[in-house]
């Protein structure tokens, strides 16, 4: 059985992904991740009132006690197990230190660091585009992203975009599946349906920290709480681990490393008010999964391409990148006169990474 599982997953090549001789490697990756930096955009804002937010020592106790003791240690070399042998000596200093940097809006640098573990996306890896950056950053920084993330889910409506199917309880794929919407809508005369299935280039590096602020105080987030929020995802030191070789050190203000605690709710609200515009279409979510579902009458499709460019330009707006390789169009026509059905044009960028509508 062990060796069926193996075989299926491809389990002795990713042990193994590069050569550990490869030094040129782990730079290469690194400047590859960060490529989504935008240093046009501002890092700071004025300072506001006091954080309102508190965090007593029986809540980080209780976090403490959840760390798995096995959670291998971050940057700053401090494994789980420390922090959960130790609560009751530890809870104390960390909630006196969570709460200054709550009502400072600073958060320390040690706890911003990052590195990166490159993850082979399939079994033969052929060009850097390969990989999927996995962050391990702190394990006490998890701790304080999860008391952070329970506040914030716990002041948001549960109708906030309720389209978005990850990152929701009691949500799951099965939810965020179109074939129901699509069907009864094919029961009608001269009808059918266009699907695109959209994938976006790295969606967590393209976060834009000053952006996403914005949209958390229209959510009514504390301004002093989005303050912190900017201040973490911004100056990131974030280094690349490819086996025994580590690159030189980049600082990132753009993005939300894979594996926080915080970046796919973040990830969620920054693409909340990603909506149709027509009541003909929707725009359904699972994390950075988004598809664009138009249900089509008499071959009056205005709407559902009208609903394409708005998607497009929101894109442009909210610096996501189209991955064009990975984004598809389905039709769904059981109409018995065959018709041809022209598909949407879009465009390559520069980099020919992602492209445009």
């Known amino acids: 059985?062990?060796?069926?599982?193996?075989?299926?997953?491809?389990y002795k090549t990713k042990t193994s992904p590069v050569a550990d001789h490869d030094v040129l490697l782990p730079d290469k990756l690194n400047n590859f991740f960060a490529r989504f930096e935008d240093n046009t955009v501002p890092t700071t804002r004025p300072a506001t009132k006091t954080c309102r937010l508190t965090f007593t020592a029986a809540n980080v106790s209780k976090t403490f006690k959840r760390v798995n003791p096995r959670k291998t240690a971050g940057p700053d070399g401090i494994p789980g197990c420390v922090l959960r042998t130790c609560t009751d000596q530890l809870a104390g200093v960390f909630t006196d230190i969570f709460?200054?940097?709550?009502?400072?809006?600073?958060?320390?640098?040690?706890?911003?660091r990052a590195t990166i573990v490159p993850v082979p996306k399939k079994a033969k890896v052929t060009e850097?585009?390969?990989?999927?950056?996995?962050?391990?950053?702190?394990?006490?920084?998890t701790c304080f992203e999860r008391l952070v993330k329970n506040h914030i889910t716990s002041i948001l409506p549960d109708t906030l975009d309720p389209l978005q199917f990850a990152y929701r309880p009691n949500r799951s794929t099965d939810d965020a599946i179109t074939l129901h919407t699509a069907l009864t809508h094919l029961d009608k005369r001269n009808t059918y349906v266009r699907m695109l299935f959209i994938d976006y280039s790295s969606a967590f590096n393209t976060i834009v920290p000053s952006k996403l602020v914005i949209k958390l105080e229209t959510l009514g987030l504390d301004p002093a709480l989005c303050n912190w929020v900017l201040v973490f995802l911004t100056g990131q030191p974030q280094v690349?681990?490819?086996?025994?070789?580590?690159?030189?050190?980049?600082?990132?203000?753009?993005?939300?490393?894979?594996?926080?605690?915080?970046?796919?709710?973040l990830y969620s609200l920054f693409t909340?008010?990603?909506?149709?515009?027509?009541?003909?279409?929707?725009?359904?979510?699972f994390a950075d999964d988004t598809t664009?579902?138009?249900?089509?009458?008499?071959?009056?499709?205005?709407a559902y391409r009208e609903e394409v460019r708005a998607l497009g330009v929101w894109c442009q707006e909210n610096n996501l990148s189209l991955n064009v390789n990975k984004t598809k169009e389905m039709i769904v026509d059981f109409r018995k006169q065959q018709r041809e059905h022209p598909p949407y044009p879009h465009r390559r960028d520069s980099s020919g990474q992602g492209g445009k509508f």
């Not at 059985?1 to 491809?10: A, E, P, R």
């Not at 850097?128 to 920084?141: E, F, G, K, Q």
């Not at 909340?272 to 979510?285: E, G, L, M, Q, Y």
């Open 1 to 10: 059985m062990w060796q069926g599982l193996q075989s299926i997953t491809y």
């Open 99 to 112: 709460n200054q940097s709550l009502s400072q809006s600073a958060v320390p640098t040690c706890f911003k």
């Open 128 to 141: 850097l585009n390969d990989y999927r950056p996995v962050a391990l950053t702190s394990v006490i920084m």
């Open 240 to 265: 690349v681990r490819v086996g025994n070789n580590i690159s030189t050190p980049l600082i990132l203000n753009t993005g939300a490393p894979q594996g926080c605690i915080l970046s796919p709710l």
């Open 272 to 285: 909340h008010d990603c909506v149709a515009k027509h009541a003909s279409n929707s725009i359904i979510k």
């Open 292 to 302: 664009v579902v138009g249900l089509i009458t008499n071959n009056n499709e205005m």
